[in-house]
Each structure stands twice: as C-alpha cells, then as structure tokens.
C-alpha cells in the first residue's frame, strides 16, 4: 500500500504519470491527490494543454539560401536548383499579405497617377510609346495642369473680390504709385496681389510662357488690367 | 552480412532481430556516407545536408526564437559538423544524435556568449517596478473565442514560443528534444551527455513551468501551497 503523495511528490512524478509510466499502484495515488488536492488538478490540467500545444507547433521550412550558403563554404559546391523550385521559392517570399498589400496599393497609386494624366491604357497603342510620343504627351499633361491651376486660382472667390476691389480702387486713385511693389509688405499694398499674378504667370515654364504670350487667355486678364 | 541471431516459430527471424539488423545496418551506412564525405565526396555531404539540415534549423529557432540567429547559427553548426565529421563514431551513437549534440554545444556557447546582452536588454526594457514584463500575457481560455480558432492557435504558438525562451536553457533543451524533436529519454541522454534520470527530472521541470507561465495564475497556487506541504 502506498502512502498518500503530498504535492511536491505529486509534481515530480507528474510527466511519467501523463505518460502512463507509473506502477498502477502510483498512477492510483497520483489519481487520488489529483482529486483531493485542486492546485495540483489545475497543474495537471495546464501541463496537459501545454504539452498539446506544444505538439502542434508546426515545424518550421528550411529557408531556400541555407544550405547553398553551407555547401558553397565547405565543399564550394553550388547546388543545382531547378527553375521550378526557384519559382516556388520566389512566390513564397512575394505572396504574404503585406507584400500583396503593398503591390495592390502601388497599382492603385499608378492606376490614379495615370488617370490624373489623362492616359487611357484601353487606348494605348505602341506607338504612343515612342520616346516623341512619351515626351509630347508629357508637355500636354503639365500644360493641362498649369492651365487647370491657373484656372482654380482665378476661380477662386477670395481672389475675385481682391480684383473687384483693387479695380473699385484704381477707379478713385487715377494715378497709380511710380514704385515696384515692395514684396515685404505684400499686405498693406494693394499692388501686391498684382505681384502674385506676375510671380504665377512667371513661374510657368519657359515654353508655356511662350504659347502663353502667343495666346491671350482669359484668365491672365488680371495683368492686362495691370497694363 | 549481419544475420538474425533467432528465428520465430515460423522459421523467420524475430522482430527484436530485425530492428536490431536494421539498427545495425543503418549504422553501417552512416558511417559509409561519413567516411565518403572525409575522403572529398561533395554528393556525400550534401546528402547529409539535406538529411539534417532542417532538423537543426528548428532546434536552432526554438531555441533562440529568432528567425535571424536560427539562420546563422544552423550555418555555423553545419559549419562545425562539416570540420569536426572526422570524430563521428558510428558505434557511439547515431549520426543524428551526433549532429544534435554538436548543434546543442553551439546554442549553449551562443547563450553564454550573449548572456549578458540579454540581461541588459531586459533591464532596459523592463518599466520599473512591472512584476508583470517577466512574464508572458495569460492565455485567454479557448471558450471565450470559439470563432476565432485560427488567431487563438497563433496566439498560442506566440505565447508558447516566449514562454519557451523564459525557461532556463536546460530546462529549454530537454522540452525541445523531447516534445518538438520526438527524441526518445536514451537519445536525448546523449544529446546532452547527462544521465537519463536527469533528462526526465528536466522534462518533467520543464513542462511545469511551461505551463505555469502560460497560466500565471497557477503560480499564485504555487506560492499558497508551497509552505504548507
């Protein structure tokens, strides 16, 4: 008959008990402090869960470069890989959630990057590729965006009444100051948003600027009324 | 040629015969492919390679539960494999145990040598006075989730994987042998060069304390009992 097992006893023989590596008189007094004893019911229970766990951790792939790494420092053997495996290799290294994730967000940022130049892939033929065609649609696009700017800033109503109201002025003060706008006090003097439109017109490039002055454009009426 | 010392009543050889013929000659084909991969044969050490090499890449990332140290150190363990093959001696234990062993020296080395960056680290990156950063968060209880079974596994896997690193690395490398390598207590003995009773006293310890820090509130338990029995 053996003697009833206090807690330490119970925990020391706990892996061969779970095992069914005791004598069945042991297994039997493990069974009855298991019972009486809830600290260590508990204990069993968790080691247990633990140990199933454990069996369920997966083992691991052997990552692809490792052993070419070794071969190529020990005997200086290059290991014949196949294309197939490579490609295999490749697409377990690509097709994770952050790099699918990051390749559908660049295809996004293109397919708008594209849209907002006016390129329709459904119309691209082969030889709108061409480095004359690359380059003339490019012109197009940035004279599209100038003009469009341009355009949104004459629109835009805080504008509309500084004009209105630099105009109201002009008309009651017929002669205009002999002075070039002092760009540090841009906010007391009216001639100012004058020195902004000039500023915008000249900062536009050098062949816009060229067409610009070949044709007159509404919405750089704001320097003819300077003149 | 090795022969079954007995027969059955059938006139075939027993089954112990036959495992121990098997053993025998699994032995003897080892030590060929050593003594081949020792006399230059580059297909020979390659076969070894591709036999081992994953083995001793898991051992290496369980234990140190880095992907990036997993890699260098199974480099550098076939590395030592590959210098040392000349001390393989088939009749003292099998290839693979040879293997493991000589992986296992590497990781406790690689522990020792960056022990103290450990202690460091955890000292920087531990908040004053949180009792709580030595341990693993609790595991939530499989029935308050039952919908989200995938996450609940790899929140266990997680976990499991810290708390491994939080053993002692005796404790740690006897759990690995035994639960994620599937050694047998005699194999494992050899691994680590201790006596089989000490294996299954770590294992035992081992488990206990894997499960004491997926479940923290058990140690509380611990405590209230520990003086009293």
Not at chain 1, 39 to 44: I, T
Not at chain 1, 133 to 149: D, F, I, P, T, Y
Not at chain 2, 49 to 76: K, M, P, W
Not at chain 2, 191 to 203: D, N, Q
């Amino acid at each position: 008959m053996i003697e009833p097992l206090n807690c330490s006893q119970f925990e020391e023989r706990l892996s061969d008990f779970e095992e069914g590596a005791l004598a069945p008189e042991l297994a039997a007094a493990m069974r009855a402090h298991a019972q009486a004893c809830g600290a260590c019911a508990a204990l069993r229970q968790a080691v247990r869960e633990t140990a199933t766990w454990l069996a369920e951790l997966p083992e691991l792939e052997l990552p692809p470069a490792l052993i070419p790494a070794v071969l190529a420092r020990t005997t200086g053997r290059r290991e014949l890989v196949s294309w197939r495996a490579t490609l295999r290799s490749l697409g377990g290294i690509f097709w994770q959630p952050r790099v699918v994730m990051g390749f559908g967000m660049a295809v996004f940022a293109l397919a708008v990057l594209l849209n907002a130049a006016g390129v329709n892939l459904r119309q691209l033929r082969w030889r709108d590729l061409t480095p004359r065609q690359l380059a003339l649609s490019a012109e197009r696009g940035m004279h599209r965006g100038w003009a469009r700017g341009a355009k949104y800033y004459n629109d835009l109503k805080v504008v509309y009444e500084i004009q209105a109201a630099l105009q109201a002025v002009q008309r009651n003060q017929p002669a205009p100051p002999a002075a070039a706008p002092n760009h540090r006090n841009r906010n007391q003097d009216p001639n100012a948003v004058f020195g902004y439109a000039r500023e915008f017109a000249s900062a536009a490039p050098a062949s816009f600027s060229g067409r610009a002055a070949a044709r007159p454009r509404a919405n750089f009426a704001i320097e003819s009324d300077l003149s | 040629m090795l022969r079954p010392a007995s027969l059955d009543g059938n006139g075939r050889p027993a089954l112990a015969d036959w495992t121990e013929a098997s053993r025998e000659a699994l032995k003897a084909d080892e030590q060929h492919l050593v003594d081949r991969c020792l006399a230059g044969d580059a297909a020979a050490w390659e076969a070894i390679l591709h036999q081992h090499a994953r083995r001793i890449y898991n051992l290496c990332y369980r234990f140190t539960g880095r992907v990036e140290d997993a890699q260098d150190l199974s480099q550098e363990a076939s590395l030592r494999i590959y210098r040392n093959l000349a001390s393989f001696r088939a009749n003292e234990g099998s290839l693979g145990t040879w293997i493991l062993s000589l992986t296992r020296n590497l990781l406790i080395d690689h522990y020792r040598r960056h022990k103290y960056d450990r202690l460091t680290d955890s000292l920087d990156s531990a908040p004053a006075g949180a009792d709580q950063s030595e341990r693993p968060p609790e595991l939530a209880s499989r029935e308050t989730r039952p919908q989200e079974a995938g996450l609940w596994r790899r929140e266990v896997r997680e976990q499991l994987g810290l708390a491994l690193q939080r053993l002692s690395p005796e404790l740690r490398e006897a759990v690995i042998l035994r639960d994620l390598q599937d050694l047998d207590y005699k194999e494992i003995a050899a691994v680590l060069r201790v006596p089989e009773g000490t294996v299954k006293s770590r294992i035992n310890r081992g488990r206990i304390e894997l499960a004491r820090l997926l479940r923290p509130n058990l140690r509380g338990q611990a405590a209230e009992r520990g003086g009293g029995q």
